[in-house]
């Protein structure tokens, strides 16, 4: 490795930093760049987008999946398909520590989860911020929401109408059968209809935003980063993995990149992470970021001592209801209502979810009672190369009260909707079989104060103790939002990005 001098001073640009030692430590393969970023999900293609506004800055967008079609998400809940589109991969995973391992799927290519996902679009509650550090308060993000999204439905000072993401709710008049006679049962059990369900975070029942037109799915990969891809200052490279992130004096100076058996050092100004709550963590701890008696046990050198890497991982458990489904009509979304209330939210999934997406989980139908506000407390560790996970559920007493409550309330809707109740006393055993995990892994990076023990990133999204790196994607929230985290993640992203490039969403 070239000893590349000292790292730039605060008033030395980094894209002339870069490029003064570029011709030493770039690859010609993959050339280097001011502002590398790895992982091309909902966080990294906002964030790749906004860094190449000023055409001064180059630009390099790493993601270790395919490409896909830029430009086309597919249908709601629907897999993409076609050569080069994303997909979804599998992690082994524990729910809880005396159940046998499992697999989780998470999306990867260019789009990420963001490309596959249901395209449910649910801001956190303002009551969430008071977790986040004092420059994340409700009032902060609240311009950050608007600034991301066009809400086609929905006129208001707290909605955006010119923002890249469009955000629309399915009619009541055209819900599935499924969807409308849930709705109706769950105003019998007295929760109130909610109109807009970004609007704060009241309980009640209501149609989902979702972040699609007409029945397909718009992610930040085909608003955000479609209408600039062929800037001269962009490269998109797939296909290829990160493998750690590399310092000189606790400064980045590039990436090692491994394309197939081929490895590359590339030449980097400043990294941005946005690789997600579960291959983030695994990039840093590679580089040398982390607890240190892990690392030596790894055999990485120890960069720069944060515990927290890999730990704090919030989600929500979820417990999957079956139910008596009804035929579907083409172009059905996976999830049109859903419920919030005394802490969980329902998702009446309109099929089973093997009927959207092949192969992701079970072919019943089934309401998910999920807790928004767990107790549970996982990691996310690398074994023999691979991420695994170990969410850590069910230790709660109270999770457990909660879970029963919900699934309680869930299989009375049911019964009052006449779609079929599951047999058997909802109680601690009838959880456990039916236990799942929403996969809104978040936290495994948190970010938060210097004083912080266990924070990895500081509010800019700066990791500590290095200088260059920043990470940018769910990893970083303080905590799993008490909704599902997607347009959290993206408004994250959008800050963080003005923060770093000074561009706007």
Same mark, same amino acid.
């Given at each position: 490795?070239?000893?590349?001098?000292?790292?730039?001073?605060?008033?030395?640009? %980094?894209?002339?930093?870069?490029?003064?030692?570029?011709?030493?430590?770039?690859?010609?393969?993959?050339?280097?760049?001011?502002?590398?970023?790895?992982?091309?999900?909902?966080? #990294?293609?906002?964030?790749?987008?906004?860094?190449?506004?000023?055409?001064?800055?180059?630009?390099?967008?790493?993601?270790?999946?395919?490409?896909?079609?830029?430009?086309?998400?597919?249908?709601? @809940?629907?897999?993409? +398909?076609?050569?080069?589109?994303?997909?979804?991969?599998?992690?082994?995973?524990?729910?809880?520590?005396?159940?046998?391992?499992?697999?989780?799927?998470? #999306?990867?290519?260019?789009? @990420?989860?963001?490309?596959?996902?249901?395209? =449910?679009?649910?801001?956190?509650?303002?009551?969430?911020?008071?977790?986040?550090?004092?420059?994340?308060?409700?009032?902060?993000?609240?311009?950050?929401?608007?600034? /991301?999204?066009?809400?086609?439905?929905?006129?208001?000072?707290?909605?955006?109408?010119?923002?890249?993401?469009?955000? %629309?709710?399915?009619?009541?008049?055209?819900?599935?059968?499924?969807?409308?006679?849930?709705?109706?049962?769950?105003? &019998?059990?007295?929760?109130? =209809?909610?109109?807009?369900?970004?609007?704060?975070?009241?309980?009640?029942?209501?149609?989902?935003?979702?972040?699609? +037109?007409?029945?397909?799915?718009?992610?930040?990969? %085909?608003?955000?980063?479609?209408?600039?891809?062929?800037?001269?200052?962009?490269?998109?490279?797939?296909?290829?993995?990160?493998?750690? /992130?590399?310092?000189?004096?606790?400064?980045?100076?590039?990436?090692?990149?491994?394309?197939?058996?081929?490895?590359?050092?590339?030449?980097?100004?400043?990294?941005?992470?946005?690789?997600?709550?579960?291959?983030?963590?695994?990039?840093?701890?590679?580089?040398?970021?982390?607890?240190?008696?892990?690392?030596?046990?790894?055999?990485?050198?120890?960069?720069?001592?944060?515990?927290?890497?890999?730990?704090?991982?919030?989600?929500?458990?979820?417990?999957?209801?079956?139910?008596?489904?009804?035929?579907?009509?083409?172009?059905?979304?996976?999830?049109?209502?859903?419920?919030?209330?005394?802490?969980?939210?329902?998702?009446?999934?309109?099929? @089973?979810?093997?009927?959207? /997406?092949?192969?992701?989980?079970?072919?019943?139908?089934?309401?998910?009672?999920?807790?928004?506000? %767990? &107790?549970?407390?996982?990691?996310?560790?690398?074994? @023999?190369?691979?991420?695994? /996970?170990?969410?850590?559920?069910?230790?709660?007493?109270?999770?457990?009260?909660?879970?029963?409550?919900?699934?309680?309330?869930?299989?009375?809707?049911?019964?009052?909707?006449?779609?079929?109740?599951?047999?058997?006393?909802?109680? &601690?055993?009838?959880?456990?079989?039916?236990?799942?995990?929403?996969?809104?892994?978040?936290?495994?990076?948190?970010?938060?104060?210097?004083?912080?023990?266990?924070?990895?990133?500081?509010?800019?999204?700066?990791?500590?103790?290095? &200088?260059?790196?920043?990470?940018?994607? #769910?990893?970083?929230?303080?905590?799993?939002?008490?909704?599902?985290?997607?347009?959290?993640?993206?408004?994250?992203?959008?800050?963080?990005?003005?923060?770093?490039?000074?561009?706007?969403?």
């Amino acid at each position: 490795m070239p000893d590349c001098g000292a790292a730039p001073s605060s008033s030395e640009p %980094s894209g002339r930093w870069c490029r003064a030692f570029a011709r030493d430590l770039q690859s010609a393969v993959i050339p280097g760049a001011d502002v590398v970023v790895i992982g091309a999900g909902s966080a #990294g293609c906002l964030v790749a987008a906004r860094a190449s506004d000023d055409p001064a800055r180059t630009v390099l967008l790493l993601e270790s999946g395919p490409a896909g079609p830029l430009g086309s998400d597919g249908e709601i @809940g629907v897999l993409p +398909v076609g050569p080069g589109a994303a997909r979804a991969v599998e992690y082994p995973a524990r729910l809880m520590r005396d159940r046998s391992p499992t697999v989780v799927r998470r #999306g990867t290519g260019v789009g @990420g989860s963001g490309a596959i996902n249901g395209a =449910y679009f649910v801001r956190a509650p303002d009551a969430d911020f008071a977790a986040w550090p004092a420059t994340w308060t409700a009032r902060d993000v609240a311009p950050w929401f608007r600034r /991301i999204e066009r809400d086609l439905d929905v006129s208001s000072p707290r909605h955006g109408d010119a923002g890249p993401i469009p955000v %629309s709710r399915v009619p009541l008049h055209d819900l599935a059968p499924v969807s409308a006679r849930f709705l109706a049962a769950a105003a &019998d059990t007295g929760m109130p =209809y909610v109109a807009d369900m970004n609007d704060g975070g009241r309980d009640g029942v209501g149609t989902v935003p979702m972040n699609a +037109v007409n029945g397909v799915r718009v992610s930040t990969s %085909s608003a955000c980063l479609a209408p600039v891809a062929g800037r001269p200052n962009l490269t998109v490279r797939t296909g290829v993995r990160v493998d750690r /992130i590399l310092f000189q004096r606790n400064r980045v100076h590039g990436v090692v990149v491994r394309d197939g058996e081929a490895e590359y050092v590339v030449a980097a100004g400043e990294v941005v992470l946005c690789a997600g709550a579960v291959e983030s963590p695994l990039a840093l701890t590679r580089s040398g970021i982390g607890e240190p008696e892990t690392l030596r046990g790894s055999g990485f050198p120890v960069v720069t001592d944060l515990p927290g890497v890999g730990s704090g991982l919030s989600d929500h458990p979820e417990v999957l209801v079956p139910y008596a489904a009804d035929g579907l009509r083409p172009g059905t979304a996976l999830l049109e209502v859903c419920g919030e209330w005394h802490g969980y939210e329902m998702r009446p999934y309109t099929a @089973g979810f093997d009927r959207f /997406i092949p192969g992701s989980g079970p072919g019943d139908a089934c309401v998910g009672v999920s807790l928004m506000a %767990s &107790d549970a407390r996982g990691v996310v560790r690398s074994s @023999g190369g691979r991420a695994v /996970i170990e969410y850590d559920y069910l230790r709660s007493a109270r999770d457990r009260q909660r879970l029963r409550e919900g699934a309680a309330h869930a299989v009375e809707i049911l019964r009052r909707a006449g779609l079929g109740v599951p047999p058997g006393p909802v109680d &601690d055993t009838w959880v456990r079989e039916r236990l799942a995990t929403s996969q809104h892994a978040s936290g495994t990076c948190r970010m938060g104060e210097a004083g912080d023990p266990h924070a990895v990133v500081d509010p800019a999204g700066k990791v500590h103790g290095v &200088d260059g790196l920043h990470v940018v994607d #769910g990893s970083i929230l303080p905590v799993v939002p008490s909704r599902g985290p997607h347009a959290t993640v993206v408004m994250v992203a959008a800050r963080l990005a003005e923060s770093l490039f000074g561009a706007g969403a």
